[in-house]
């Protein structure tokens, strides 16, 4: 059997995210980092799983690139392309393994990279029964949206490894109830 797992923002290579997001990103250099980052997806998943990456991949060159993706266990790779993934071709991605999208529909949920707005995500939930947004992006930042609707995947929110859906759907009841839940 199969699993599904979610992941978002590991920015692989990008020296300034460890600035940026101090101490929620504990490590010394982009290596450390990555090292964390690959062994933490190794030890989570199983060759074969689906793994949704939503976004800001990567910050480093083809070689590094190429060698990152050697180290990573053989998944289908569907990734939701963003602000710093433009750097890469769909092509470039296919060849390396990775299913290039801008949002994808999975069940009932809808997955981004940048989170959707409140007011849009109400009209998705109320015309197309749509769930959920889970989105990367924000990092560790609180976004002001409501977590029923919304659920914020990057890995510093998930211990640097990818989640499943039922660790989204727990993070999704923490929330307050959505008014256009049916």
Same mark, same amino acid.
């Given at each position: ?110 997955? %981004? ?24 992006? %924000?990092?560790?930042?609180? %976004? ?19 989640? %499943? ?18």
């Amino acid at each position: 059997m199969t699993n599904t797992w979610f992941i978002s923002d590991p920015h692989f290579g990008h020296k300034n995210i460890i600035k940026y997001e101090g101490n929620k990103r504990p490590f010394k250099d982009t290596e450390h980092m990555d090292k964390v980052i690959i062994e933490n997806f190794n030890k989570t998943v199983s060759e074969g799983d689906t793994v949704f990456w939503l976004g800001d991949m990567f910050f480093c060159n083809s070689k590094r690139i190429e060698y990152i993706v050697s180290r990573l266990k053989k998944t289908r790779n569907i990734l939701i392309r963003e602000n710093h993934d433009k750097g890469i071709s769909d092509t470039k991605f296919r060849r390396i393994g990775f299913d290039p999208h801008r949002m994808y529909l999975y069940e009932d949920y809808i997955l %981004t990279h940048e989170p959707i707005s409140q007011v849009n995500m109400n009209r998705l939930i109320e015309e197309f029964q749509l769930c959920c947004n889970v989105h990367g992006h %924000t990092h560790s930042e609180e %976004t002001g949206l409501e977590k029923l609707s919304h659920v914020c995947v990057s890995v510093e929110n998930t211990d640097f490894k990818p989640v %499943t859906m039922d660790w989204i759907n727990s993070k999704r009841w923490e929330g307050t109830r959505n008014p256009h839940w049916k």
